[in-house]
């Protein structure tokens, strides 16, 4: 299997190359040249294995220039049962006949980050050494709060890496930032961006585009590459959760052999959204792609409308990790649907960065529709939502998960398609715990309680345990407290490495 970019379809590399490197020179994402498929039988030959056997196998239709020995290795030791709680990496919790949780969030940083980023540093390590790179590598991160603790915590002391991680000063939770603030490691630095989720990631994208950085760095050793999910060794291991639930639902008998299912995405990047449809593209019966935003609504009118426009105010939400104006994965869906129209990409990139704004085809326009239905949700709505589930399945959802509850909902009512669904809960509700713990108790004032009596507040008013990962920060010594201008993101990155 061999990967090209979006922006140059004459690029041919091997996933090691794409893994090692993260983007194309010309601001490309590297994407597949085709998609394996899976028949039926073989999504069933899938059901008998443990998460980790599912990973390594469809890892290995996309990986072909790794072993199976080596994926099975990096799929072993990523979803080891200490890290996750279980063997069931990714359970499915099914509230009712027809409407079924993903829960990707029993990894060591309590949000769905983790499915990719535990097993991403073992993928990027056989890849430097195929690449026969010497150099040390440099992963840069820009979060909106969970890729960044995620990243740290799946690089840390990784031998011959060093990972930075940039993030906007006022966009994370308390939680998120102290999670990061504490984090050990010796190859690890943490800063805080003044200004947006954009800004960090407009920010770490000029870095790793500077080409006369880049040189002095590779005289001094270094080279760069990203953990975002823009490098494919994100994306791929996500497509798994999605046939792994698919496993789940046939081996529970929610569903039988080749029955629909429709999914449900809180999106953000437009990474995980986009693995489902690599599954759906690869032989997974998915009906429809739903994917939720929150008020930053920018996917629902481009799936709505065709016109992908981020010239519109930018709000701080409850559920900050979509808090996103710039989904950078969708270049790869374009890129898929336009047939790898390479010039067409290169045109809507330039538009985007130029006026903000593109429009795409028709012929795309409406291969988006058939693919996907989108809608949104407010922190009002995302607070109901949680308070209902709550009361009605004594379910305790986080905010983004709620998101997606909401436009299920929206969805079903619009619709009337009762296809049993699979929803993607992104995040354990303590990593959120001041706006679940709001929205399950109302009359309880929270201004005067911390991150950690809030955390035993939600354990009791919720009726569910407090993750060690994120009780333990209470003793956690603060070790970074930088914050800096996006103008003097690169001096941040130029001081680490001194
Ligand atoms: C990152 C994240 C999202 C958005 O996922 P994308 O792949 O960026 O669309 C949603 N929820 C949570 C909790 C996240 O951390």
Redesign the pocket.
Known sequence: MKYQSTRNNSVCVESAYAIGNGISPEGGLYVPESLPTLTLDDICALCSLKYKERASKILGLFLTDYTAEELDYCAENAYLASKFGSENTAPVVSLSDSLNILELWHGPTC???DMALQILPYLLKLAIKKNGEEKEVVILVAT????GKAALEGFKDVEGTKIQVFYPVDGVSKIQKLQMATQSGANVDICAVKGNFDDAQTGVKKIFTNNDYKKELSSRGYTFSSAN?INWGRLAPQIVYYFSAYCDLLNSKKINAGDKINVV?????????LAAFYAKMMGLPINKLICASNTNNILTDFINTGVYDRNRSFFTTD?P??D?LI?S?LERLLYHLSEGNDALIREYMSSLEKDGKYTVSDEIKSKVSELFAADCCDDKETAQTISKYFDKYSYVP?T?TAVALNVYEKYVAKTGDNTVTVVAS??NPFKFNKAVVSAIAPDVSLDDKDEFELLELLAQKGNIDIPVQLSELKTKAVRFDDVCCKEDMIKQTDKFLN
């Not at 909106?144 to 890729?147: E, L, M, Q, V």
């Not at 995405?265 to 959204?273: E, L, M, Q």
């Open positions: 949000a769905f980050k909106s709060g969970d890729t999910s995405v809180p999106t953000g990047n437009f990474g995980n959204i559920s990790s979509m996103i989904s994965n986080d983004h992104t995040a």
